[in-house]
């Protein structure tokens, strides 16, 4: 069954630094997102990114945060300059966009950042 | 201020009872409605998801929805050791974000 990828599992940084999340939506999929879940909080949407440029992203997707799809596989999350606040599991998640399907999106198994 | 309630639980039952979560949203332009389960340190895995009022039925699972009232409830029937996770309840307005709950725990006892 196809599934959504992501790389590294596990990222180390140190404040200051940047750092590029990247993921493999499922192959035909149109509309392509991410989440993340601080540890013990619930799942936060930071962007969503459809026909190549960003549809709709929250507050916390500052200037500090971008994506990029480079490729027709890939899609990627760059944080410029990492705070002790980025860490968390980082999400990435895609879906269809079929007529009837209402937005069901299905997620990768996760980045878990730790910024030092 | 896009809100989903759920209770955090634990909801602690015992092997082959029914299971029943539920989760109030606050948006009333909400289309789209998901229960997702999530094991710890795993990330949420789809496995209901409903856009029309009253229940849809996939195995053991049930999801019930009720526009009105803006709730949504999943049943588990038969409940297993292995259903034991956070369930999320997740909401959409269409073609757009999730807007998720913090979870309830379910633990199952065998």
């Known amino acids: 069954e196809p599934e959504v990828t992501q790389t590294p599992s596990h990222q180390v940084t140190q404040m200051g630094q940047e750092v590029i999340l990247r993921c493999v939506p499922i192959?035909?999929?149109?509309?392509f997102y991410w989440y993340r879940q601080i540890l013990g909080q619930k799942v936060e949407f930071l962007v969503s990114?459809?026909?190549?440029?960003?549809?709709?992203k929250s507050e916390i997707f500052d200037d500090q945060f971008s994506v990029e799809r480079p490729d027709g596989s890939n899609f990627t999350l760059k944080i410029r300059s990492t705070k002790l606040e980025d860490s968390a599991m980082y999400f990435c998640?895609?879906?269809?966009?079929?007529?009837?399907?209402?937005?069901?999106?299905?997620f990768g198994p996760g980045t878990r950042l730790t910024v030092l | 201020q896009k809100e989903v309630e759920q209770n955090s639980g634990p909801l602690s039952v015992p092997e082959g009872a029914i299971a029943s979560l539920n989760c109030t949203y606050s948006?009333?332009?909400?289309?789209?409605f998901f229960w997702y389960r999530q094991y710890s340190g795993k990330s949420p895995e789809l496995i209901m998801s409903?856009?029309?009022?009253g229940d849809k039925e996939d195995g053991r699972f049930t999801a019930q929805l009720n526009k009105a009232s803006q709730y949504v409830s999943l049943l588990i029937r038969d409940s297993q050791p292995s259903d034991s996770a956070t369930y999320l309840c997740?909401?959409?307005?269409?073609?757009?974000?999730?807007?998720f709950g913090k979870g309830t725990m379910l633990l199952v006892s065998p």
């Open positions: 998640a895609s879906g269809a966009g079929l007529a009837g399907d209402y937005n069901e999106q299905f």
């Open positions: 192959s035909n999929h149109l509309y």
């Open positions: 990114f459809y026909n190549n440029e960003i549809s709709e």
């Open positions: 948006d009333r332009g909400s289309q789209s």
């Open positions: 409903i856009y029309s009022n």
């Open positions: 997740a909401v959409s307005p269409g073609y757009s974000t999730l807007t």
